[in-house]
């Protein structure tokens, strides 16, 4: 009677997986760090050129500010804001750990450090860091399997993401992410704490150079009420030449 038993729960079970691919899928053991690199081999290249625009909501008005960034590896970046009037001309260059930014209302280059980098980049959602953070998630942090969800009907992946450097800005992390084409939908970042901070949605995925790349990130300060960024990416060019002279201080005051 027992082997009978065993054999009718087999055949349930193989008629049900069978028929329903989802359920495939869920019974798949995910190998959650490689996951993480596919997504990484996604988004990320040694260089990066964005023309972009941070569309900043405070729940009362909206503003926009168009710039343009060049990124290289993850030490190195340098971004220049083209408007509006009032923040046209600014300037914020990443050497190595150092945040330097100029604005020609004062016609002066300052160095933004510690506690500093964690403050709001000009009233939006993001900090200073969010904004010039380009790394590997795989090279920095340690994944594993929580389990499945749905997101707008994609069965995604959650992933918890933990850091291996003890001064990571977001020490953990959870990531929700489609493992049939290697995207990213949804990214909580949390305090050392534990404390939610900030919440990213990953929309309008577009093949661009053979990576599956999103052309829109909306940004929520958890901090804040009411309160939304949206980044749009208008242009992207990815493994480009970058001349050296974008990275040297001299670039803040021309």
């Known amino acids: 009677m027992g082997i009978i038993y ?87 260059l990443k050497t190595r750990k150092k ?3 100029y604005t020609p209302r004062t016609d002066r280059k300052i160095l933004i450090a510690g506690h500093l980098l964690r403050q709001s980049l000009m009233g939006s959602d993001l900090s200073y860091e969010d904004m010039m953070e380009d790394h590997k998630l795989s090279k920095s942090y340690t994944a594993t399997f929580e389990n499945f969800t749905n997101i707008e009907d994609i069965k995604c992946a959650v992933l918890n993401l933990t850091a291996l450097d003890k001064k990571t800005t977001y020490q953990t992390r959870k990531a929700w992410i489609n493992p049939e084409n290697k995207t990213i939908l949804k990214e909580e970042r949390f305090a050392k704490s534990g404390k939610l901070l900030k919440r990213v949605l990953f929309k309008d995925y577009e093949i661009i150079s053979g990576r599956n790349f999103p052309r829109t990130m909306i940004f929520k300060d958890l901090l804040k009420e009411n309160t939304k960024t949206t980044y749009k990416f208008d242009e992207i060019k990815f493994d480009i030449e970058i001349p050296n002279r974008y990275f040297s201080l001299s670039i803040l005051k021309k």
Not at 20 to 39: F, S, T
Not at 66 to 88: F, N, V
Request: charge should be positive; hydrophobic fraction near 40%; glycine fraction near 4%.
């Open 6 to 92: 065993k054999i009718v729960i087999f055949i349930f079970l193989f008629f049900c997986l069978t028929s329903n691919p989802a359920l495939i899928l869920a019974a798949e053991i995910i190998d959650a760090q490689k996951l993480l690199k596919q997504v990484d081999d996604n988004l990320w290249s040694n260089t990066k050129f964005i023309s972009g625009r941070l569309i900043i909501d405070n729940g009362r008005k909206e503003r926009t500010l168009t710039q343009d960034s060049w990124m290289e590896g993850i030490e190195r970046s340098y971004t220049e804001y083209k408007s509006p009037a009032r923040e046209k001309g600014t300037k914020m």
């Open 99 to 101: 945040l330097w930014m």
